[in-house]
């Protein structure tokens, strides 16, 4: 029912920048949260950027001051502006909406899109 489309992966070198597009099916102001996770192979998926309803951000500790979490509500498009990569923010990178209901919690997630940053 709530689909996401990410885009924007792909290689970047040591210092540089990518930018991630999150195109949701619904109105992303209705959400909750919009938030970008990622993932890198046999260790958990970690939240690293969000944004709340209430218009705030949070950031994992290790992204703080390279990454920002922004919206466009128009487009219904959530973006992650990565800048300073290093090798470390290689993962792949999901899209995730989290809508609260009545009595439960519920996760919408995009396919992912794979993000290599070269040393």
């Known amino acids: 029912q709530v689909q996401l489309v990410e885009s924007g992966g792909g290689l970047a070198q040591s210092g540089g920048s990518l930018r991630l597009s999150c195109a949701a099916s619904?109105?992303?102001?209705?959400?909750?949260?919009m938030n970008w996770y990622r993932q890198v192979p046999g260790k958990e998926r970690e939240l690293v950027a969000a944004?709340?309803?209430?218009?705030?951000?949070n950031y994992l500790d290790s992204v703080k001051g390279r990454f920002a979490i922004s919206r466009d509500n128009d487009k219904n498009t959530v973006y992650l502006q990565m800048t300073n990569l290093k090798p470390a923010d290689t993962a792949v990178y999901y899209c995730?909406?989290?809508?609260?209901?009545?009595?439960?919690?519920?996760?919408?997630w995009g396919q992912g899109t794979q993000v290599t940053v070269s040393s």
């Open positions: 619904v109105s992303i102001s209705s959400t909750n949260a």
């Open positions: 995730n909406a989290r809508i609260k209901g009545w009595s439960d919690t519920q996760d919408y």
């Open positions: 944004s709340l309803s209430d218009g705030s951000t």
